[in-house]
T-cell receptor, first 116, second 112 residues
Framework: GAVVSQHPSWVICKSGTSVKIECRSL??????MFWYRQFPKQSLMLMAT?????????EQGVEKDKFLINHASLTLSTLTVTSAHPEDSSFYIC????????????FGPGTRLTVL | GEDVEQSLFLSVREGDSSVINCTYT??????LYWYKQEPGAGLQLLTY?????DMKQDQRLTVLLNKKDKHLSLRIADTQTGDSAIYFC????????????FGAGTRLAVHP
C-alpha cells in the first residue's frame, strides 16, 4: 500500500528556534501533500495544501511566514515552524494524495512538537 | 460554511455492534471517509463512500449515507477491544485539491 513517513516523530525545542518536519511518500509519487495540526483530543485542522513545484495554499488564519512549506519533489514536502513558541506545540500530521478514483489521502504517523 | 459534527464518545460491550454517527453541512462533498486513529499515531483509512451511494459494506464495517439529511454512519459489527480508538469522519469537498474537512472524532471504548 501507499506509505507516508514523517521525520522526526517527535521533537523538543527551545522557544525562538526553528524546526523542520519532513513528509515523504515512500512508494508512490504524490500529486498533492497536505499539512494538518491536531491539538489534544481535537480534530485535525488543515493548515495548507501544497503541490510539487508551486507555492502552498494556506488556510485562513494560518501564518505562511511562520509555517513555511516547501514541496521540492513528488515525494517530499517539508514544514518549517519558524521562531517556535510554546503555543506552537502540537501534533503535526501530513498526508499525500494520489489522483485516483477516491482521491484518498494517505497519512503520515505524525510529529509531536513540544516548544519549551 | 463547512462543518462536520460527531458525537464525542461511545462505549460498547465487546461483541456488540457500534454505530458512530456524523453529520455534515456541505452538499457539494464528493467522497465521505471514515478514519481510525490509535493513540499517538496517524490516521488509517477504514472505508469511504462516494456521495451518490447509499450504503457500502466491507467485512465488519457498514457505511450508511443519507444525502438528504447529510448524515453518515459507521457500523462496526462484533466490536472487539482492538477497535478501541478515535474515529473521524471526513468529507472531501468538490473542486480544488479535494480538501478534507474532519469531524472532531468519536472516541470508541470497548469493554469486556
Amino acid at each position: 500500500g501507499a506509505v507516508v513517513s514523517q521525520h522526526p516523530s517527535w521533537v523538543i525545542c527551545k522557544s525562538g528556534t526553528s524546526v523542520k518536519i519532513e513528509c515523504r511518500s515512500l512508494d508512490f509519487q504524490a500529486t498533492t501533500m497536505f499539512w494538518y495540526r491536531q491539538f489534544p483530543k481535537q480534530s485535525l485542522m488543515l493548515m495548507a495544501t501544497s503541490n510539487e513545484g508551486s507555492k502552498a495554499t494556506y488556510e485562513q488564519g494560518v501564518e505562511k511566514d511562520k509555517f513555511l512549506i516547501n514541496h521540492a519533489s513528488l515525494t517530499l514536502s517539508t514544514l518549517t515552524v519558524t521562531s517556535a513558541h510554546p503555543e506552537d506545540s502540537s501534533f503535526y500530521i501530513c498526508s499525500a494524495s494520489i489522483q485516483r478514483d477516491n482521491n484518498e489521502q494517505f497519512f503520515g504517523p505524525g510529529t509531536r512538537l513540544t516548544v519549551l | 460554511g463547512e462543518d462536520v459534527e460527531q458525537s464525542l464518545f461511545l462505549s460498547v460491550r465487546e461483541g456488540d455492534s457500534s454505530v458512530i454517527n456524523c453529520t455534515y453541512t456541505d452538499s457539494s462533498s464528493t467522497y465521505l471517509y471514515w478514519y481510525k486513529q490509535e493513540p499517538g499515531a496517524g490516521l488509517q483509512l477504514l472505508t469511504y463512500i462516494f456521495s451518490n451511494m447509499d450504503m457500502k459494506q466491507d467485512q465488519r464495517l457498514t457505511v450508511l449515507l443519507n444525502k438528504k439529511d447529510k448524515h453518515l454512519s459507521l457500523r462496526i459489527a462484533d466490536t472487539q477491544t482492538g477497535d478501541s480508538a478515535i474515529y473521524f469522519c471526513a468529507e472531501a469537498l468538490y473542486g480544488g485539491y479535494n480538501k478534507l474537512i474532519f469531524g472532531a472524532g468519536t472516541r470508541l471504548a470497548v469493554h469486556p
